[in-house]
């Protein structure tokens, strides 16, 4: 009894420092029930979807363009390959880069990669794929032309400006405007 | 005795002509608020705004703008079909009308040109590119914050409205908030003495991680395009298969989406910091990661050409509240955050103070806002500013990505001799997106 006696005060003590923290991190109200939910739902999406990125973007450039020439690797290891070779890629990194560009699920990941590899090859890989493109994918490669501001696009692109699909013309317009903007 | 029914009599044309009469004199009984009567704006005064996107976050800016007596909600615009049911309930209810038209395409949104300015409070993703569109379509912008995925997008942002003469507020509304003004006026009359150090208080990291994740979510069934228009929501971000979540606001933390910790409080506390160091046209030349290169705690130690430094950091604000900021000088140091109490070093004790209203800084950036569209005065966080701030930021994220110490020159928005962070400046957008 007085073991007990003297626990209790303790017991107090440790309820009246844990209660309010207890009830703070309880969500109270509906919304908070549910945003609760919604961010344990989440975490666990999070922890167990097969898509995940570590490794890949730890690779550097000749692991990468093998993911890339790889006929069994995944769209996601695919996708993230190029976004790593943004950051490391060099010229050897363009030839694998070019031919996904006609993929329409990877080709923005294709210039995601290409954008920023300053060797000229990049120039020439986006300016090759302007004839074998239509539509988005097009214009996609178009706008990639302009961000690069390649000069040697000038005559390609100046001819798509007057071609028949009015979205491909205006995109060639704007990367014209860019290639001669200062 | 005439008997064709189709013939009218005298008295019958007499009462059709009183019936149009009276129907032609009806519209000439105006209500008094149309007239400006009764407190009322008169319509010639009102701003005409509409929404892009508008989720929690955009709920309570659009609180904001409703609350302005000459603002009036003309229509919703969101990819989002629940979306846009509540706030055209939002809008018409405080109007009292049915007027709020809903849009999932921006097109039609922007052809209307009967509005004046826009809210846009979607996805990080898409703020500078439906930010410098709108822009193009004749209209004003308040934009949610962070403003930019990039170094390269925020600098297009102020290039296109410096361009184009619209007025833009970024939603970093603390710039109005009556603690953090006070903090500024103390920093520019000189009671903090030389300011030699300010502090930012970033994302903390068991909230906000600074480093973005590239994973994707499990894929789920799309749903039909008029409840949730995928293609529209992930916009110039790059594909990823479809899963609910991103769309019920769990977007953030994932690099194609979102600026991590740096960018999520450091667009508010960096933008203070700048503010306070007039360096609304400049950002500093230095970034210097310290850490772990875990969550939390985190630095950026960062430097101005003129030798101010900047630390941005996610610990050590306690008691002050969220968005932080700590400026200190050769007579002394504040401090305040979100709870509007104002610390000071003893020997400024004098200026300590607390403040009820910092929960208002929303509504005076918003009021900030509308005087601009107005006077066509720029408002304090406009776009070159925030276009600044943004690239500070970015310029920290990217030094604590690579965990390495850069050296940034702020004319031409260059990493000096750091490959991989200058790659990381831009990234391509997804067809047919373009920035211009």
Redesign the interface.
Known sequence: MKITRNILPAIAILLAGVAPLAIAQTPRTPAQQRRAA??A??AE??A???????E??SLGTPKLVEILKDANATE?AK??AC?RL????DKTAVPALATLLANP?L???A??G?????DPSANAALRDALGDLKG??L??VI??I??RKDPEALDALAKLMHGDDH?VAE?AR?AL?RVRSP | MPTNKNLVSRRTVLKAALKASAAAVAPMIVPSSALGLAGAVPPSDRITVAGLGIGGRGERDLGSFLSQKDVQFMAICDVRNERREAIKSMADKHHGNRDCAMYSDMYELWDRKDIDAVLIATGDRWHTLLSILTAKSGKDVYCEKPCSMTIGQSRALADNYQRLGRIYQAGTQRRNGSNFKYLFDMAESGKLGKLHTLHANVGPGDRWPPKTSHDWLPAEPLPPKQVVDWDRWLGPSPWRPYNSLYVARYWRGYFDFHGGGILEWGSHTVDLCQFAAGADETTPIEFDPHGDQGDTPYSIHCKYANGLKLVMRDKGFDGLGSCAVRFEGEEGWAQTGDRGIVETSDSLSAYRKEFSDSRQATTYHVRDFLDSVKSRKQPRANALAAAQTHIGCHAAYIAFQLGRKLKFDPATDTFIGDDEANNMRSRAMREPWRLT
């Open positions: 919604m961010a739902k989440e999406a999070r167990a979807t097969p898509y995940k990125s570590a890949i973007m996601f996708a993230k976004q943004a950051v490391v890629g699920k080709s923005h990941y210039r995601f290409l954008e920023p590899i300053s988005n994918l214009i996609g706008n990639s302009g961000r979205d995109a704007a405007g």
